[in-house]
């Protein structure tokens, strides 16, 4: 069994190493992006830069926050239940994009020429789309494993294997 804290660590981090190569990209790097991002990649407008890489990397950020306090000691009351659910919300959006965007790319329901590169694709088949059902399985487990305390103290049990 994992030791209490460890899904919501390994989330934490998990949101932080994506984090990581967002700002590389909103700082003008280039390596690894065309691949993920297409021709936005060559244009970079003001839009994508803002929104699609410094606003991806400070969510990140807010998710590495989550994936701490999901570690750390309980919450009581209301707190505690918020940070639950809003793991449970992380581990629902990352699952549904990772299942979404690879059934959309194996199955080719478009019908139409779509400005997807074969690199482009196979990159997302084999990195991108892995990588969010990872982290959505890391905030799943840390979700599942946090329990709200309801009294005083931290609300850890005494036997660390029970959930």
């Known amino acids: 069994m994992t030791r209490p804290g460890a899904w919501g660590r390994i989330a934490c981090v998990w949101a932080i190493a994506f984090a990581v190569p967002h700002f590389h990209w909103g700082m ?3 390596r690894g992006l065309a691949v993920s991002a297409g021709p936005l990649a060559e244009e970079r407008p003001l839009w994508f830069v803002a929104v699609g890489l410094w606003g991806v990397g400070v969510l990140c950020l807010a998710g590495g926050v989550l994936g701490w306090l999901l570690a750390g000691p309980r919450h009581r009351g209301p707190a505690g239940w918020v940070i639950r659910a ?22 080719d329901t478009s019908g139409r020429v779509v400005d997807v590169s074969p690199e482009q694709r196979l990159w997302t088949l084999l990195l991108w789309n ?3 059902l ?3 399985l890391a905030f799943g487990l840390a979700a599942w494993r946090f329990r ?11 036997d660390p294997s029970v959930p």
């Open 28 to 30: 003008g790097g280039g």
């Open 86 to 107: 809003l793991g449970w919300c992380a581990c629902a959006v990352l699952s549904l994009r990772g299942i979404a965007v690879e059934v959309l790319l194996l199955i």
């Open 130 to 132: 892995p990588w969010f």
């Open 134 to 136: 990872v982290g959505g």
């Open 148 to 158: 709200p305390s309801e009294r005083g103290g931290t609300g850890r049990r005494a």
